[in-house]
């Protein structure tokens, strides 16, 4: 037996794409001003920019796909965060007058970019990104999307003072941007929403009802994923970093069973799951977390094999595919092969 693998969106950077990233800024996951940055280090590559950045993402292709990996990512190469790169295409965000918030429910602190008018499509931009990436293999590229929750988590609102009103003009935005996807011919859309695992509540009251509006008149042959990890460490090897408590995945698991989500990601490799919450899930389908992103250690084969043989007492093998935790970003380009090449030899041998 075979089970598909992906990765979950970011990929370690090569050296000469000398882009911001959030995974090795020195204040930590975030920047000080994080779309300043990114323009001044695109300015300094030059007039060569876009080729070094191409090359960059041909080489997260190419990496993830000869590890073995069936579904791969784009990289994110581009983007400094998965997040603001997104809200640059955005009206109603200055990313000149920031303002300090607590994010991720107090995990840190940093100057974000404000909200101060209405949200809606500047430009598209996601259609471009997914056609560069799938140039370089003939594999179904997926490609990734902050969510509305977390979009608003990660920026300091202060123009709508409304957290449902403001995630609902967000999710009308993204659905743009997911539609036009969907077009071109993209099979594998995933908006990112960690906060879901952070604040349960929120998620049940509006959040699902977003994401609804999202993924709303997206094809049957795209398969409608959303990743809710439980939150990135500032750096490799840490073990104190606070994470959701470990029970929101269960309170919102029947919420996804009868949401329009096909594939749903779950992290279980820094920290296990009790893999009955496999059982909530009759129809969607696992992206199952079997290493870890933020431990220097790789997992050997066989320890990921018997995780995912674990899993597979709770769950058919058709609905459960083997991923990283989250994106691969604090690892470096060695470690985060030698995780794949791990977690696709066990993947085809469970």
Known sequence: MSLLTTCIGAYPKPD?????????????????????????????????????????????????????????????IIRENY???????????????????????????????????????????????WKTAQAYTDKPL??????????????????????????????????????ALADAGCKHIQIDEPVFARNPKNALDFGFENLEKAFHGCPDHVARTVHMCCGYPDKLDRTDYPKADPDSYFQIADAIED?????????????HNDLSLLEHFKNTAIIFGAVAIAKSRVEPVEEIRERLQAALQHIDAERLLAAPDCGLGLLGRELAMAKLRNLSEAARSV
């Not at 020195?26 to 990114?38: E, H, L, N, Y």
């Not at 997040?83 to 429910?105: A, M, Q, S, W």
């Not at 999307?145 to 009103?165: A, R, V």
Request: glycine share 6%; proline share 8%.
């Open 83 to 129: 997040i603001h790169y997104h809200c640059r295409y955005l009206h109603g965000f200055d990313f000149v007058n920031l303002t300090e918030k607590e994010v991720r429910g107090g995990a840190y602190s940093a100057k974000l970019p404000s909200i101060v008018g209405p949200v809606s499509v500047k430009q598209p931009y996601i259609v471009k990104d």
């Open 142 to 179: 997926k490609i990734t999307l902050p969510g509305p929750m977390t979009i608003s988590d990660t920026n300091s609102d202060i123009y709508y003072n409304d957290p449902k009103k403001l995630e609902s003009d967000l999710a009308e935005a993204l659905n743009l941007e997911v539609l």
């Open 259 to 271: 949401s329009t989500i096909d594939v749903v990601s779950f992290e279980d490799a820094h920290r």
């Open 16 to 76: 000469y794409v000398k882009l911001p990233d959030w995974f090795n800024h020195p204040a930590g996951p975030d920047t000080a001003d994080p779309t300043k940055q990114w323009l001044d280090a695109m300015a300094a590559l030059g007039p060569d920019a876009p080729e070094i950045i191409e090359q960059g993402i041909k080489q997260a292709v190419t990496d993830q796909v000869g590890c073995g990996i069936d579904i791969p990512t784009d990289g994110e």
